[in-house]
C-alpha cells in the first residue's frame, strides 16, 4: 500500500474521535489531508464542502473487510484553504488521490457534490473504477437556481 508519511494530529481532535492516522498531500497549491485505512477492495469516500468526519462511523465499521480512503477537499476540515473551493478543485483532488496511492478497483462512495467531483475524476481514469455507490448525490454539472445555490452556500461568507 502506497501512503504518505502521518502528520502530527490537531491538538482539537483526539485520537477517540477521529482514531485513524492522517496524511498530506500537495494538490496544486493546497496540502489536502487524507486517512487509508484498513485492507482489502478499496473504497473511496467522495464528498465536497465538508470534511472526512461524515464518513467516520462507516470506515470504522469497514475498515476490518476494506481499504478505507477519504480526503478533505481543499478549504474543507483538516486540508489547506486555496482560494474559493470548486468543483474542479475538487476533483483533480480525487484524481490525485487515486493517482498518488494507485487505487485500483475501486468502489466510489460519493455524497452530495462528491458525486459530481468522484465521475469527473473517474472519466478519466475508467479502468480504476469497479463500483459505484451514490448517496444523496447526482452526475450532472449543477447548473440554474441550483448553481446559485451553491455559490451562496460554498461562499467565504457563508463558510466562515
Known sequence: MITSPAVARPDWLPESVWPFEIH???????????????????MLFSHA????????DLVAELSGQYRCVTFDPPGAGLSQRAGSPRLDTV????????????LRAITLVMHDLGGVTALAAAADRPDR????????TFGWRPAGLLRGMLAVVGSAWMRE
Open 24 to 42: 498530506a498531500l500537495d494538490v496544486d497549491d493546497a496540502t489536502v489531508a487524507y486517512t487509508d485505512v484498513g485492507e482489502g477492495p478499496t
Open 129 to 136: 473504477v469497479a463500483g459505484l455507490a451514490a448517496v444523496n
Open 91 to 102: 476533483r483533480d483532488t480525487i484524481g490525485t488521490l487515486i493517482d498518488h496511492l494507485d
Open 49 to 56: 464542502g465538508q470534511w472526512s468526519f461524515i464518513w467516520r
